[in-house]
């Protein structure tokens, strides 16, 4: 059980925590040093006045805790300003002009390449401006278009001639911002060119750095592994099981370990961190079993844990496995008495120091709380029953630890991915020794590639597991029998469900009147809340025009009735546009029609999408132009429509429909320029 008097840590990282929400909802305030540094002189004087006088009053020692928790908050804005690259004063975005121009870059990861576009993600180290080479810092993403032969390698310094391209926010509602992902990340631009405009040098780097080593490693495992005479799949799935490489998978794979549960091994993340973490301490427990050399086994486990960072790149879900299982072990071999969750949340602390916008990260957060529900809820549900049995053991054990990693990230899955796969405990018993047989299998391919007969069967090994475990992956894709999808949960019932769980705990934990009476008043207010929100859905209307490139798709909603007709979209465009605004209505009902007219009321919408000439009626109040369907306006008519031209239009039809409507007097509005337009009724 836990007790969370004995977590002490946990009161430093809840302030630190909600600043970092402050921060990401209200951004930074002016004066922020001047008032961190008033703070921390308030806290000190505090501070010392309790140490050397007397005054150990009630009053002052609330005063000095509620200065405490601020400093903590305002902690949180501080590394929040220093973790922002734009604040630098020598960020590249001080020097950017609105016409092409030189920078000078190096490759910071393993180049993607795809059909149309090589990505490189580079560290910019000069830029030229006003005739004027500056030295700079920050990271870009350079789309360079695949039309050339040049082969470019990481650590390899690049002179590039291209113009510096803002992102733009989304232009559809509920459609994942892009732009925020990235700023998230010290990413303000992206540069598209062609071969013709990078300049690559003769020679990488020369100055030493870890991180460009590990870069080095991690892109020699991945061309052996690509050479190696493995089937593209298995070098994909390998690639990413090793070292973290999954730029390569297929999306369609990619959806099918997500709809079994299993998602996480195709990200090097804490599990395979935890692999190689119980293998190097089950090799001393074979030679050491008095632990006699328990420091010497710490510094080992310690380098090879640290290795492991440097190949897959620095990769954040390894680096906070990592970290986390340093600690544990660091408690284990100095300190006989240390608290496991303290561990975890000072390892989560330092992270979010480092980079407090990892609160925003998916697997951050996933990875946190399946740790968290394992070291919990794994000793209750496991000590209820033991089998004789070893394989039975080893399968209640297994089975026991998907439940409390799935409990405990059930909120976080659902808000973000918004299905539920029925299969995850099977799935896991299943891909899970199969992925870890396969990193094995890789590593010893990596070692004795020289021995031609080992290479082979290891080559038919690979292939052949990694063939059984996308058929059973594509066994359990199905919506019918999978996974449940297209599941609504909001933020409402992110945080009701999050503090029904912390609720629970405290029934396990206390098993006191007053943690089932909180348990049951969430448990209401969630409830409450949802009736509430769903009435609120049912009162909504609104006519939608998507912003979908080359498309026309209009959407008529009447509460949680939404009629529209999809024209042809593919699963990519539907699964990024459409499926997160049908996600925000409960008790949806779709219907598809092929109607040009949308009536409700006093609202009548009309689609001109026939390519020839449209002549809007008298009692329209929007008129929806479509595939550079010629308009003939009038100032004759009484009311004077709005006209909306979609994404299926060219621009240089949109230009002409424009300054036709600015000379009638006619209001227009262009989704290909301003995004999707939202008409509330």
Not at 256 to 265: C, N
Not at 450 to 474: A, D, H, R
Not at 527 to 549: A, G, P
Request: charged share 15%; hydrophobic share 50%.
């Amino acid at each position: 059980m836990i007790n969370f008097k004995s977590i002490p840590f946990l009161k430093i990282l809840l302030p630190y925590i909600i600043g970092i929400c402050s921060v990401i909802w209200i951004g930074i305030f002016q004066n922020l040093h001047q008032v961190v540094f008033i703070t921390l002189l308030a806290w000190s004087i505090t501070f010392v006045i309790q140490k050397r006088t007397k005054l150990t009053g009630r009053l002052l020692k609330i005063i000095f805790l509620l200065l405490t928790y601020c400093l903590l908050f305002l902690l949180a804005f501080e590394s929040c300003f220093f973790y922002q690259h734009k604040y630098n004063v020598n960020h590249y975005s001080r020097y950017i002009v609105s016409d092409a121009q030189f920078f000078k870059a190096t490759i910071q990861d393993i180049p993607v390449v795809s059909n149309k576009a090589i990505k490189l993600p580079v560290q910019i180290q000069s830029i030229e401006s006003n005739h004027q080479w500056h030295y700079a810092e920050g990271n870009t993403i350079i789309y360079l278009k695949n039309d050339s032969a040049v082969k470019l390698m990481p650590g390899q310094t690049v002179f590039v001639k291209a113009k510096f391209s803002y992102v733009h926010g989304p232009k559809n509602p509920y459609e994942f911002d892009y732009k925020e992902f990235l700023e998230n990340r010290n990413i303000f631009h992206l540069v598209y060119a062609t071969s013709k405009s990078v300049y690559p040098t003769s020679s990488q780097n020369t100055y030493f750095s870890v991180s460009g080593l590990g870069l080095k490693i991690k892109s020699r495992l991945v061309e052996f592994l690509r050479n190696g005479g493995l089937s593209q799949e298995a070098f994909s799935i390998c690639s990413a099981l090793l070292v973290g490489y999954d730029d390569e998978v297929d999306d369609q794979i990619m959806q099918s370990f997500s709809h079994s549960g299993t998602l996480h091994i195709l990200s090097v993340s804490g599990m395979h961190t935890g692999v190689l973490y119980a293998f190097v301490l089950f090799l001393f427990s074979v030679f050491d079993k008095t632990e006699q050399y328990k420091k010497t086994r710490f510094v080992i486990v310690l380098l090879c844990l640290l290795l492991f960072v440097f190949v897959t790149g620095f990769s954040p879900s390894v680096l906070r496995a990592a970290l986390m299982l340093s600690l544990v072990l660091f408690g284990k071999t100095f300190y006989h008495q240390g608290n496991s969750f303290n561990t975890l949340l000072v390892s989560a602390f330092l992270l979010l120091l480092f980079n407090p916008y990892l609160i925003l990260d998916v697997g951050f957060l996933l990875s946190y709380l399946a740790v968290f529900g394992i070291m919990y809820l794994y000793p209750i549900l496991h000590n209820n029953c033991f089998f004789e049995n070893i394989i039975i053991q080893w399968i209640w054990r297994s089975v026991v630890i998907s439940i409390s990693a799935t409990l405990f990230t059930l909120p976080i899955s659902l808000y973000y991915f918004h299905q539920f796969p029925l299969w995850f405990i099977v799935s896991n018993l299943m891909i899970i020794p199969i992925s870890v047989l396969l990193m094995f299998m890789c590593g010893v391919l990596v070692l004795l590639y020289k021995v031609v007969i080992v290479k082979q069967l290891l080559v038919v090994g690979i292939n052949g597991l990694v063939s059984l475990m996308l058929w059973f992956t594509k066994f359990t894709d199905s919506s019918s029998y999978g996974f449940i999808d297209n599941i609504p949960f909001s933020m409402i019932d992110l945080v009701c469900m999050f503090l029904a769980i912390i609720a629970f705990l405290f029934i396990i934990t206390y098993k006191n009147y007053s943690s089932v009476v909180t348990f049951c008043v969430v448990v209401i207010v969630w409830f409450v809340s949802s009736i509430y929100f769903s009435y609120q859905d049912s009162t909504k209307k609104e006519l939608v025009v998507f912003h979908i490139n080359q498309k026309s798709i209009v959407l008529l909603r009447l509460g949680n009735k939404v009629y529209f007709h999809l024209n042809g979209i593919n699963q990519t465009e539907y699964q990024r546009i459409i499926k997160p605004y049908l996600l925000t209505i409960s008790n949806l009902k779709v219907t598809s029609t092929i109607a040009n007219t949308f009536k409700y009321k006093s609202l009548t919408a009309i689609c001109a999408n026939r390519q020839e000439l449209f002549i809007p009626p008298e009692n329209s109040n929007y008129i929806i132009v479509s595939h550079n369907t010629p308009v003939r306006l009038t100032t004759n008519s009484k009311t004077k429509p709005l006209i909306i031209a979609d994404c299926s239009n060219s621009y240089k039809f949109v230009k002409k429909l424009k300054q036709q409507c600015a000379l009638m007097e006619v209001p227009f509005y262009s989704v290909k320029e301003k995004g999707a337009l939202r008409i509330i009724l």
